[in-house]
């Protein structure tokens, strides 16, 4: 939904459709919040085994991939629970079945033999279906807001939702005032405390029914975060527990961990070295993954203006008005900067 929205932007050359589409943006957050990707919600109807008329020996179920290491892959029914370790044959092999991915495979031949419609694919972390993101700031190490716009740009190109994390609110409220003005009209927020569980339920609800994963810098409390919500559901895996108590990164395949019933967190890493590379838009689309500029463009003199050196720039208008957050504005030049560069624009 968000993908489209977007995509109707970017690809039409009159801007009086952006107008239309950011009241559609806002009112899609506001509607749908926790419901985001119904088109691939994990159901409880998801793994009812189908038998092959053909051959009445071979029983087929739909699973969730939970792992994925070499040539081998961990299915688990989403109804039973149970594991089963597959392979994957032909076409399929050569088009890759990655992590999340809903399949049908064979639990007698072990093979998997159909791969479900994706709601995205990733090529890093190479995985599928990531419903959302919760990038994850604090007060302390102070908050990397230039990574916090490249993983929402990132979100929003994959059909990923993200939600902002600030945690350690119960040390220090200093960044609140900002993330409230300049990103919660757009993006849900949430102000959490991993140490003394404070709107910890909220983010479990968040959870539900979803495949979703944690971004960050260093130090923010992703580990104690994701510690804490297993403790709660009293789901703790032994392995992933191990790797946060050491308080090390220690991933070398992407691996999801059912936390309840049909709520899976990606053990993976990849987002916080995200880089302009993968961003696959050029610079002059990037304004349209700005919610905030949205409403703006319409006023700017020239269709190709890229809000940086040109005259009568309604983006430029709008940040010495105080309408845009100056700092994230210069943030979007540095993104633009890295994109030219990139592109040789």
Not at 81 to 88: G, Q
Not at 128 to 136: G, T
Not at 167 to 179: F, G, P
Request: hydrophobic share 40%.
């Amino acid at each position: 939904m968000i993908y489209i929205m977007f995509k109707k932007c970017v690809e039409s050359s009159n801007k009086l459709i952006c107008l239309k589409q950011i009241n559609m943006f806002k009112k899609y957050f506001i509607k749908e919040g926790k419901k985001l990707a119904k088109e691939i919600k994990i159901s409880n109807n998801v793994s009812k085994k189908i038998v092959d008329k053909k051959n009445n020996n071979s029983i087929f179920f739909k699973g969730i991939v939970i792992k994925k290491i070499a040539d081998k892959f961990w299915i688990s029914q989403l109804e039973t629970k149970a594991i089963t370790v597959c392979s994957a044959k032909g076409i399929l092999k050569q088009q890759g079945v990655y992590v999340g991915d809903i399949v049908v495979f064979n639990i007698n031949e072990k093979n998997i033999v159909d791969v479900l419609p994706r709601h995205n694919l990733l090529i890093r972390p190479p995985m599928a279906n990531l419903n959302q993101l919760f990038i994850v700031l604090a007060y302390e190490p102070k908050p990397d807001y230039l990574m916090l716009d490249k993983l929402i740009i990132f979100c929003l190109i994959n059909d990923i939702k993200p939600i902002i994390c600030l945690n350690k609110i119960d040390k220090s409220n200093i960044e609140q005032n900002y993330i409230n003005e300049v990103y919660s009209s757009f993006f849900d927020v949430l102000y959490i405390s991993a140490q003394n569980k404070i709107n910890l339920d909220e983010l479990k609800n968040y959870m539900t029914n979803q495949v979703s994963a944690f971004a960050g810098q260093s130090g923010v409390g992703k580990s104690a975060l994701i510690n804490a919500i297993f403790n709660e559901s009293k789901a703790i895996e032994g392995e992933l527990s191990a790797k946060i108590l050491r308080g090390k990164n220690t991933t070398r395949h992407i691996q999801l961990y059912e936390i309840f019933n049909n709520s899976f967190i990606a053990d993976t890493p990849g987002f916080s070295a995200l880089d302009e590379k993968l961003l696959p838009i050029q610079a002059n689309k990037l304004p349209y993954y700005y919610p905030d500029f949205l409403k703006y463009l319409n006023n700017c003199k020239y269709k190709s203006c890229l809000h940086f050196n040109e005259k009568d720039c309604g983006i430029k208008t709008a940040v010495n008005c105080g309408y845009i957050d100056k700092k994230r504005y210069l943030r979007y030049l540095t993104i633009l900067e890295s994109l030219k560069t990139k592109q040789n624009y």
